[in-house]
């Protein structure tokens, strides 16, 4: 029976314990309340980041209207809208909340290896958080460089925000990057050290699969954007010249002599492309594990998935100058760069058929996070259709800058992962909570928010292809601007307020239905994977009880023939009812 499962090499580490309310529930190390704090923090930035994009919106689609947006002020709201949602929402909800929360739970871990350096990184990221809020509330308000911050503009008089702001973002990336090292340490020596026993790499979920290798990407690439933001700040501040080179600004000629504004963006990019895949790749594990569940069949070609997160991992860190096809780089260089973003859609590819395989012959139940996975692919392969197009110098160099990256930058990065985020809170918050979501509530948000979402971005592509430039106040009589754009930004407008407001529906069905939802059960999906096994619901302090779990099987033991049931948990022996993986 024990076939399976080495023997103990090393004793269980004793746990802290919480001594008051202020350790257990605020400066706390379990990483559950970690995760909450991360997850709503992420939440309440996220919030700001939406009315945001509501008022660079309400210009768009009716300019010289609202008397309070001005140009400055759509700058600044399109830069810090653009790293919110990119940095402070999406990597710090995918690692720092849903890895913190899963993957000592999935694993068969107590808790985090180093639960206070866990602990630290909340705060340091808290402080992250507030240092951008604070940057509105500085002379000359926060940036408005574009969210990409490229020298020399982000740093000179004339730009919104060149004082303070561009100081505070910079700061505040900084210690982003700080508090996600600490984190990222914890999560990868925690799934290498901390599995319990039989818990073997290849039993592994694909939710810790995914986390695991994007926190090893973001390891390797925050760097790159951290190294940027000190030398920027170096070249504001006591005049280097990393980035800035020889020039005149405002008919002045400035300190600056031989930096290289080039450089910041090779930079940038060489973290800004595998942080594509640092939000992407964890969807795609949460994702996977979705519909396995819902789907009540075991994932199709697990090893290959496997591989294939580890691949795209991989080619991430050789793709990321296709953002840059227009900065004046040697044909070669772009050869090369369209040839890699044409290779990492390979294993991309191989991800999506293994999706559709798993579904194929399933008993699909159609739960809030089923209608949420299934949301998430469709939106991921239109997105990444579109990708394609802009991979090729060819067609990019015309679309480049224009409403069409927009909306493939949305799809991809931004409506594709929130939907894993939205399946993802419906799937778990029973074991986190103890209750179910509203089913009624739930599928109302679904199909308001995903429809919503299509006919936001749908349009946008049109108005990118009819050549309408992104990051402009406003356009006044340009000639080569149709009247059907004019009434799609209108439309579009229009439709980004009334999803948005239709995410109240989500919040207040969290908020009733942990007061009155219904008990959840300790394992209401007829899920296989650990977290779902825990003694109790919501896991206690160390999750498992006395005794650690022992794995005898992989995660994906859905309708196995001659089982008794329609799922069998990583943690059963085996026996005559069942069938060993």
């Given at each position: 029976?024990m ?6 090499e ?9 001594k008051?309310?202020?350790?257990k529930y605020?400066?706390?190390q379990?990483?559950?309340?970690i995760?909450i704090?991360?997850?709503g ?5 996220g919030?700001?980041?939406?009315v945001?994009s509501w008022?660079?919106?309400?210009q768009l689609?009716f300019?010289d209207?609202?008397?309070f947006i001005?140009?400055?002020d ?7 809208h653009?790293?919110i949602?990119v940095?402070?929402?999406?990597t710090?909800l ?5 890895g913190?929360?899963?993957i000592?739970?999935?694993?068969g871990?107590?808790?985090?290896v ?5 602990m630290?990184s909340?705060?340091?990221y808290l402080?992250?958080v507030?240092?951008?809020?604070a ?6 308000g926060?940036?408005?460089a574009?969210w990409?911050?490229y020298?020399?503009?982000?740093i000179?008089?004339g730009?919104p ?5 561009i100081i ?12 996600f ?8 020596v ?5 599995r ?18 994007a926190t090893?990407?973001?390891l ?9 933001c000190i030398?920027m ?12 080179p ?7 000629q400035?300190?600056y002599?031989?930096?290289?504004p080039?450089l ?5 990019w060489?973290?800004?492309h595998?942080e ?8 795609f594990g949460i ?14 070609g697990y090893?290959m998935m496997?591989?294939a997160?580890v691949?795209?991992g991989?080619?991430?860190f050789?793709v ?8 004046g780089m ?5 050869f ?5 973003t044409?290779i990492?859609?390979v294993?991309?590819a191989?991800k999506?058929?293994?999706?559709v395989l ?5 008993d699909?139940?159609?739960t ?8 998430f ?6 997105g990444g259709?579109?990708?394609l197009f ?8 015309p679309l480049?800058?224009?409403?069409f ?5 949305h799809m ?9 985020v939205?399946?993802a809170?419906?799937?778990?918050y029973?074991k986190i ?11 109302f948000h679904?199909?308001?928010?995903f429809?919503g979402?299509y006919t ?5 592509h049109y108005?990118?292809l ?6 402009y106040f406003e ?12 009434t799609?930004n ?6 980004t ?9 989500f919040?207040?069905?969290m908020w009733?239905?942990?007061?009155h939802?219904?008990?959840a ?10 977290e779902?096994?825990?003694a ?10 006395e005794?650690?779990p022992l794995v005898?099987?992989?995660?994906y033991?859905?309708s196995?023939?001659?089982a ?6 990583q943690n059963?022996p ?7 993986h």
């Amino acid at each position: 029976m024990m076939v399976d499962v080495p023997v103990a090499e090393v004793a269980e580490v004793e746990l802290y314990h919480a001594k008051s309310y202020w350790t257990k529930y605020v400066f706390s190390q379990d990483a559950k309340v970690i995760a909450i704090q991360y997850g709503g923090t992420a939440v309440a930035i996220g919030l700001v980041g939406l009315v945001l994009s509501w008022l660079m919106r309400l210009q768009l689609g009716f300019p010289d209207t609202f008397a309070f947006i001005d140009a400055t002020d759509y700058y600044q709201f399109i830069t810090v809208h653009g790293m919110i949602m990119v940095i402070y929402l999406l990597t710090a909800l995918f690692l720092g909340g849903f890895g913190n929360y899963l993957i000592p739970l999935m694993v068969g871990a107590r808790d985090m290896v180093f639960p206070y350096l866990n602990m630290v990184s909340y705060w340091v990221y808290l402080c992250a958080v507030l240092i951008l809020v604070a940057s509105f509330f500085v002379e000359g308000g926060p940036t408005g460089a574009g969210w990409t911050l490229y020298p020399p503009q982000s740093i000179t008089e004339g730009t919104p925000g060149s004082e303070g702001g561009i100081i505070l973002m910079l700061v505040s990336l900084a210690l982003f990057i700080i508090g996600f090292t600490m984190g990222g340490l914890n999560y990868v020596v925690t799934v290498l050290q901390a599995r319990t026993r039989g818990m073997t790499l290849m039993r592994l979920p694909l939710t810790v699969w995914g986390i695991f290798v994007a926190t090893i990407l973001a390891l390797l690439a925050f760097p790159a954007l951290f190294v940027g933001c000190i030398m920027m700040t170096l070249d504001k501040l006591l005049g280097t010249s990393f980035f800035m080179p020889e020039m005149i600004s405002l008919g002045q000629q400035l300190e600056y002599d031989g930096g290289s504004p080039i450089l910041f963006q090779h930079l940038f990019w060489f973290f800004g492309h595998p942080e594509v895949y640092i939000v992407a790749l964890p969807a795609f594990g949460i994702v996977s594990d979705l519909l396995a569940v819902h789907a009540r069949k075991n994932i199709f070609g697990y090893r290959m998935m496997v591989w294939a997160i580890v691949i795209i991992g991989a080619l991430s860190f050789v793709v990321w100058a296709h953002h840059m096809y227009v900065s004046g780089m040697h044909p070669y260089f772009g050869f090369f760069f369209a040839t890699t973003t044409l290779i990492i859609a390979v294993p991309t590819a191989l991800k999506v058929y293994n999706w559709v395989l798993t579904l194929w012959h399933g008993d699909i139940h159609l739960t809030q996070p089923m209608l949420f996975s299934l949301a998430f692919l469709v939106t991921f392969i239109n997105g990444g259709i579109t990708g394609l197009f802009l991979g090729n110098v060819t067609v990019d160099v015309p679309l480049s800058d224009t409403m069409f990256v927009v909306a493939h930058f949305h799809m991809v990065m931004g409506i594709a992962p929130l939907m894993v985020v939205f399946g993802a809170i419906y799937h778990w918050y029973p074991k986190i909570t103890g209750r179910m979501l509203h089913e009624g509530m739930g599928k109302f948000h679904f199909w308001v928010t995903f429809l919503g979402a299509y006919t936001i971005f749908l349009p946008l592509h049109y108005i990118g292809l009819q050549g309408v430039p992104r990051r402009y106040f406003e356009f006044g009589d340009t000639a080569f601007i149709p009247d059907s754009v004019t009434t799609l930004n209108a439309f579009v407008t229009v439709v980004t307020l009334t999803v948005g407001f239709a995410q109240i529906v989500f919040f207040y069905n969290m908020w009733r239905s942990y007061k009155h939802g219904k008990v959840a059960g300790d394992n209401p999906w007829g899920a296989t994977t650990l977290e779902w096994q825990t003694a109790e619901t919501p896991p206690g302090h160390g999750n498992f009880g006395e005794e650690l779990p022992l794995v005898y099987r992989w995660a994906y033991d859905f309708s196995v023939p001659g089982a008794k049931n329609d799922f069998i948990p990583q943690n059963m022996p085996p026996g005559p009812d069942t069938n060993n993986h």
